[in-house]
Each structure stands twice: as C-alpha cells, then as structure tokens.
C-alpha cells in the first residue's frame, strides 16, 4: 500500500494533533464514501474466504471434519449472521477511522510488519477471554447464533449476533486504540491484520482438514444436539477448546 502526506487540511485538529496517517486517498473520501470503502473491505474479504473455505471442503471430501448434514436452513441462518457481522463492522471502523480513534503514528514496511506481528497474537489473548467470558451463564445468549451450527461452514465464522459482534469489535478497534497508547501504530499494519483475521477465521470454520494425512473424524463422540457441552467434538465444541478458529 502507497502512503504519502494525507491532505492535511481536511482532518479535524485532535486528529493532526493525534499524528494520524493513513492513504490520502481514504483521508479524503466522504462519509458514505468511506462507509462504502469500509463495506468493500469487509465483504471482499469474506466472499473471497468463503469462496477458498468452500472450494477446500469441495476438493477434500475424505478429509471432511464431520460427515453430518447441516442444520435445516443453516446456510440461510448464517448468511443472516454474516450480514450482521459486516453491518456492526463497516459501521464501527467507518467510525474509528472518521474520528481517529486509532492514531495511526508510524509507517513503512518495519512498522507494518511490528503492528501486524503484535497485533495477531494479541487477538488470539483477547478473544480467548472473550470466548471464556461468552461461555458464561451470564452471556452464553449473546453467543447461541455462532453455536447453532454445530457442524461448521465458512460462513460459521462470522455468523453471530449484534452483541457478539460488537465484542469482536473490541479486538479490531479497542486493541490497536489501546496498543496505540504504548507505541505508534502503522495503517497498513493494521489492514492486515484486519484481513488476516478475516481470512483465517472464515476458511478455519471450513469442515475440513486439510493439512491432514489421514481423514478427519467421520462422525461425532456425541450427537450434535444442542446439548452437546464443550468438550463435545463436534467442530462447534472443538471450537472451544481453542484448537480451531473460534
Ligand atoms: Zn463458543
């Protein structure tokens, strides 16, 4: 990605005071047309991870994780979660970008690569909490959309509900907002690490395996009811486990 000086005269004060960077050509869109770059973003990545998940499930057929059929109408129901998921995404980046709420302070391919090296490990700490936490009686209902689908697909990843989105957006915005404070973040840096949790949280929903050497699971140790617990193993139980993308 090509950076050079944003158009400085159009950003708000707190903003230049924050030391905010990113390519002018982002800087200077509109509201709408940022919102629409922001959607762009998001749904590229998923329609393309989704299209890798489903062609790895298409070409591996004995490597399935899970040789159950799905729920009635649970690509319908994921779909809506996906929709869900992009809506609270484009709406919460559109914003974090508009007001600077991550000051984007250092640039280059170093500063990339740090951001991107210290932000991917420091989602996977906070999602694990936030995984356990969504586990709890106390928030397990804001939680129930993702686990319908006890045997996964790629649009699993992101199917979810409002609440459970906006947690998720604590990581892609509240994390890099809070790292900022410590040491100056890189845009691009951060678009990656945004595409690569995008990426990797979709296609490790697919039911397959295929790094495998030999077929996955065939079948599950319990049938997959609603009320298969935990440590169940089906895809949706090994999920929380941590041994898959949540
Ligand atoms: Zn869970």
Same mark, same amino acid.
């Given at each position: 990605?090509?950076? +050079?000086?944003?158009?400085? /005269? ?5 903003? *230049?005071?924050?030391?905010?960077? &990113?390519?002018?050509? #982002? !800087?200077?869109?509109? *509201? ?8 762009? @973003?998001?749904?590229? *990545?998923?329609? +393309?991870?989704? +299209?890798?998940?489903?062609?790895? /499930? ?9 040789? #159950? ?8 129901? /994921? ?10 995404? %484009? ?14 302070? !250092? ?6 690569? #740090? ?7 420091? @989602? ?9 936490? &969504?586990?709890?009686?106390? #928030? ?12 996964? %697909? ?5 199917? &979810? ?16 907002? *809070? ?15 945004? !595409? ?12 397959? /395996? ?10 599950? %140790? ?13 895809? !949706? ?7 898959? +993308?949540?």
């Amino acid at each position: 990605m090509r950076f +050079a000086s944003p158009r400085i /005269e159009t950003l708000p004060p707190s903003i *230049l005071r924050s030391g905010w960077l &990113m390519p002018p050509t #982002l !800087a200077s869109l509109s *509201l709408p047309g940022l919102t629409l770059a922001v959607f762009a @973003f998001f749904a590229g *990545l998923t329609l +393309a991870s989704a +299209a890798v998940g489903f062609a790895l /499930e298409r070409a591996l057929p004995k490597r399935r994780v899970f040789d #159950l059929p799905l729920f009635p109408g649970q690509l319908r129901s /994921e779909l809506l979660g996906n929709a869900v998921f992009l809506a609270v995404a %484009t709406v919460t980046v559109t914003l974090a970008l508009r007001f600077g709420v991550v000051p984007f302070g !250092a640039r280059g391919a170093l500063a990339g690569a #740090l951001t991107f090296g210290v932000m991917v490990p420091g @989602f996977q700490v906070f999602y694990w909490l936030l995984h356990r936490a &969504m586990h709890h009686r106390a #928030l397990v209902r804001i939680h129930r959309w993702h686990h319908r689908s006890q045997v996964t %697909t790629p649009l699993t990843g992101q199917s &979810m509900s409002a609440f459970e989105a906006l947690g998720w957006m604590l990581g892609y915005v509240g994390l890099p907002c *809070l790292l900022s404070q410590v040491a100056p973040l890189s845009f691009a840096g951060w678009a990656g690490y945004l !595409a690569f949790n995008v990426f990797g949280n979709i296609v490790g929903h697919a039911n397959v /395996e295929p790094t495998a050497r030999h077929a996955a699971t065939r079948g599950a %140790t319990c049938s997959p009811t609603p009320s298969c617990s935990t440590p169940c193993t089906t895809p !949706a139980g090994r999920a929380t486990t941590g041994s898959r +993308a949540p």
